[in-house]
Structure formats: structure tokens, C-alpha cells
């Protein structure tokens, strides 16, 4: 948390420091207010903000759970809206491939190498672009 909003020579800098984004001093100097404010990490759970654009503070963060944390990701202008098909006749259209993921338990890269035509399909799974 604090190295990705600080320091300039990590590659996720730009989605979190380079985005104004930071950590409240109150944690910044203190990993015991942080302990405090936060509690100890529950298990399986990541730290997350309520408000994407907001700063690591106590009254924008909580604890989440992977699946949170992807439905809390800004969306790129470049993700392209998608056409699934599942294997028990499902389907749907979507443009964040990371929630479709973590809801029907499908690998990211597996659903983008079928949207790029490197693979037929992914756990029974077809997928293709909207132009």
C-alpha cells in the first residue's frame, strides 16, 4: 500500500501515487495507528477503498474480498465489451473481464487468449468481441 503511493519506480505507481492517491500520515508514520484504525488482516481478505479515487485512510478503507476487489477497479477505456457463452447455455455481456472471471470462476487470461483468438474456449466457455 504505501510503497505502490510512494515509490516512482514501481510499475503499479502510476494507478495509485502517480494518481495523486496516498496514505494518510497517521498510517504513513505508524504501522501501529494503522493496526489501531484497521484491525489485523483477516484471512483471505486485502485491503481495500470504498471510493476508488480516494486515499488509504481509515474512513475509506475496509477489508475485501478478491471478488470485492474487482468490482471496485475503474474501468480502462480499452476493455471492450464481450459476448460470453457458457457451457450450461449461459450468457452474457460484459466489459471487465476480471469480475466475469471471479463470478463464473474463470481465469483472466484464459477469457482475454479467447477474446484474442489463442484459445477456442475456457472451461466450456466461448467468448467473443462486440464491434
Not at 67 to 84: A, H, I, L, P, T
Not at 112 to 122: D, I, R
Request: glycine share 8%; hydrophobic share 25%.
Amino acid at each position: 500500500m504505501v510503497m505502490r503511493c510512494t515509490n516512482q519506480e514501481r510499475k503499479d505507481y502510476k494507478n495509485y501515487g502517480g494518481r495523486d492517491i496516498s496514505v494518510c500520515d497517521r498510517w504513513l508514520n505508524s504501522f501501529e495507528n494503522f493496526l489501531e484504525d484497521m484491525g489485523e488482516k483477516p484471512v483471505e481478505l486485502t485491503i481495500g477503498r470504498k471510493n476508488n479515487n480516494g486515499n488509504y485512510e481509515p474512513n475509506n478503507c475496509k477489508w475485501e474480498t478478491m471478488s470485492e476487489q474487482c468490482n471496485n477497479k475503474r474501468v480502462s477505456v480499452r476493455q471492450k465489451w464481450f459476448y460470453g457463452y457458457g457451457p450450461n447455455g449461459e450468457m452474457i455481456i460484459d466489459n471487465n473481464q476480471a469480475k466475469t472471471g471471479v463470478f463464473f470462476d474463470l481465469n483472466n487470461a484464459h477469457i482475454s487468449s479467447c477474446l484474442l483468438g489463442k484459445l477456442k474456449q475456457h472451461k466450456g466457455w466461448t467468448f467473443q468481441t462486440i464491434t
